[in-house]
């Protein structure tokens, strides 16, 4: 098959622990460096913690996998200095097409509004994903990759977890503090600890071709049911990086696995959509069957699961890198604060309590656009079609069409870390939700808020259109240095002195999206997401918020 | 909160239920499932109320 990318190979060298026989105690230790191992140690690293990288391979992500990474994903990875390669690489897109037979049904915009610095999707092949990770974690020089070693096994101690690696130089013993499990879908250390993982199975089989072609496409997400060409059965369309289609055809339970993979069948498939005279060639085939699983909790002790080692979704609508690495985000912050003393050990477990109920949230998606594109039941499949033949007519039964609803991040709405409104707000910045961007212009150059948000607390302090009264700054400038340290932003209608700390919001997008009236402020949390809000500036309150946001 | 509505409403009820088996007439079974799909979906969203819909469909479920 032909190929445009050449997988890296990554030098094994033995650990010094290994060669010299000592066992060494590590902060943390990351399990798999798949997308989701790989944004946790870069975060950690980024916040001054060592990390060792344990992975059982010595290369990136093989075939085809991850194509579409989604906005909150991208932000993360943007917080980290990694996104932008990315993005370069990549497919830029935001709208969906649904197609019914040969006539579109339905069509949707994943970022109808201007003025947000990431796009709503890129789509980029994982091993690119992948391998730009893996250079951005050497920079930071405080990971140790550890290539051709696999865990074996996992014993809690407790004070920290054992674990025993196996490498081509035989079985070391190696101690961490904490442990994160990245170890993919099948992870061992699930089984080593003897957790369940329970969902799913869907019984539908999908074959995934990747094909290098020059096709006039438009760089949009296609999809098809029942089309001309796969009848009975659905496909997918999507342009990846390097003139590389991703192609999924719904084949159906009966499918033969290996029968199907084979270019004999497969290339006929292809001739059906593309047209007989469209040259391409393959580069990958693969058929795969979908899961929609989770753990109950994603912590265990000191080992907490993040990733597809935690939940496992079917891949209509993205959700599983793009869940994963919002997992990362989520528990590394708070495990430095554990680290260093500032957070109590409980603030661990608000990382199984918040990403349990992302999951859930991804696997009710999941689960339902799956129903759909693979109807259980004659009854099921017969209200799907009708939905389909009503939705080129009527409108509303294309809010009903699922062809997979596409990864958007999770409002914490019950977390105990938020401080509840007291005050009266509109619009979606709710306690627990992501922050959304906004250009500002700080010190006279164009910007956005979320490279101002950066990776700790933030409290902003919107001034409208007067400077910020001294007694507030005073009192945020003395609670800013306090045990939970933070940063501080004043946030104004139009350019004043340029204090160091000003971000003008310059096309007031902010004061939109925030609800903004002068005097209100937000505490942002080091992944983003708003901890709470007030109408007027009250010390004790913030404090008090600060406090519940790091479990105190 | 509104409530489903069970009590007639039809100014005319035999003019509708001979108007409903009409619409099937000289379907087959899948043909007619296909029919009685798409009015429920169009009458659900006329109705448009989450609460009302999920008592029909109870109502609808019971003693089958
Ligand atoms: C066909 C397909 C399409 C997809 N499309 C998308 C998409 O468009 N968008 C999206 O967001 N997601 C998508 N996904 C899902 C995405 O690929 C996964 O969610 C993602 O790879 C999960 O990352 P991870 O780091 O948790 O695990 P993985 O990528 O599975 O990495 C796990 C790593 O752990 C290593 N490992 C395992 N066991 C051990 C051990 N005992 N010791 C040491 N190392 C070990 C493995 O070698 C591997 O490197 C798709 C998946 C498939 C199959």
């Given at each position: 098959m032909h190929s445009t990318y050449s997988y890296p190979k990554f030098a094994y060298t033995p650990s010094e622990e290994q060669r010299t026989g000592t066992v060494k105690r590590h902060p943390v230790v990351v399990v798999g460096a798949g997308p989701v191992g790989m944004t946790a140690a870069i975060d950690l690293a980024q916040k001054g913690v060592p990390v060792v990288v344990l992975d059982d391979?010595?290369?990136?992500?093989?075939?085809?996998?991850?194509?579409c990474y989604a906005k909150r994903a991208l932000e993360v990875w943007d917080r980290m200095g990694s996104a932008q390669k990315m993005i370069d690489k990549g497919v830029i897109w935001k709208i969906g097409k649904v197609f019914h037979g040969d006539s579109q049904v339905y069509q949707f915009d994943?970022?109808?509004?201007?003025?947000?610095?990431?796009?709503a999707f890129i789509n980029l092949q994982q091993y690119y994903l992948e391998e730009y990770l893996i250079t951005d974690a050497k920079k930071t020089e405080r990971v140790d990759l550890r290539w051709k070693s696999r865990v074996l096994s996992v014993k809690q101690q407790d004070d920290h977890v054992v674990l025993q690696v196996e490498t081509p130089d035989g079985v070391y013993a190696l101690e961490a503090d904490w442990v994160i499990a990245?170890?993919?879908?099948?992870?061992s250390i699930r089984k080593m600890l003897d957790l369940e993982f329970v969902g799913e199975v869907f019984q539908d089989r999908f074959l995934i071709a990747d094909v290098v072609m020059k096709a006039d496409f438009p760089a949009e997400r296609w999809f098809w049911f029942d089309p001309p060409f796969h009848q009975k059965q659905s496909t997918l369309l999507h342009m990846q990086a390097d003139n590389v289609w991703r192609i999924d055809f719904?084949?159906?339970?009966?499918?033969d696995p290996e029968e199907e993979k084979k270019p004999e069948r497969v290339i006929p498939r292809l001739k059906a959509m593309l047209g007989e005279d469209t040259e391409f060639e393959l580069e990958w085939v693969s058929v795969y069957t979908f899961q929609c699983r989770r753990l109950e909790n994603f912590r265990k002790g000191r080992v907490f699961f993040a990733g597809d080692s935690a939940h496992q979704v079917s891949p209509f609508g993205a959700r599983g890198a793009n869940s994963g690495v919002p997992d990362a985000d989520n528990l590394v912050w708070k495990l430095k604060l554990v680290m260093d003393g500032v957070a109590p050990d409980s603030l661990l477990d608000t990382y199984s309590d918040e990403r349990v109920a992302a999951a859930k949230e991804n696997l009710l998606n999941s689960t339902r656009s799956t129903d759909f594109i693979t109807p259980k039941s004659e009854v099921s499949r017969t209200f799907r079609d009708a939905v389909l033949n009503l939705a080129g007519e009527q409108p509303f039964a294309r809010s009903l069409v699922n062809s997979g609803r596409l990864s958007t991040p999770t409002t914490y709405v019950d977390s105990r870390l938020n401080t509840p409104d007291g005050d009266r707000f509109e619009g979606?910045?709710?306690?627990g939700a992501p922050a959304t961007d906004a250009p500002v212009e700080a010190q006279g150059q164009a910007g956005w808020l979320m490279d101002k948000l950066g990776g700790g607390f933030v409290a902003l302090y919107y001034a409208g259109g007067d400077a910020v009264p001294a007694e507030v700054a005073e009192r945020l400038d003395g609670l800013a240095k306090g045990a939970v340290p933070f940063a501080w932003h004043a946030v104004t209608s139009r350019r004043r002195e340029a204090l160091p700390n000003e971000l003008v919001d310059v096309n007031g997008r902010f004061e939109e999206r925030y609800d903004a009236t002068p005097g209100t402020l937000y505490l942002i949390r080091p992944d983003q997401h708003v901890a709470g809000r007030w109408r007027n500036f009250d010390a004790d309150k913030l404090a008090g918020a600060l406090n519940r946001a790091v479990g105190l | 909160m509104a409530t489903l509505v069970t009590e007639n409403r039809l100014a005319n009820p035999d003019d509708f239920y001979e108007a409903l088996i009409d619409t099937h007439r000289d379907l087959s079974a899948e043909q007619s499932n296909m029919v009685n799909a798409k009015l429920v979906l169009l009458l659900a969203n006329h109705i448009g109320d989450m609460e009302v819909l999920k008592e029909a469909l109870r109502i609808a479920r019971k003693g089958v």
């Open positions: 391979d010595d290369t990136v992500s093989i075939g085809s996998r991850a194509v994943l970022l109808p509004e201007p003025d947000h610095k990431i796009p990245c170890d993919g879908a099948k992870s719904q084949l159906g339970w009966g499918a979606k910045m709710v306690p | -």
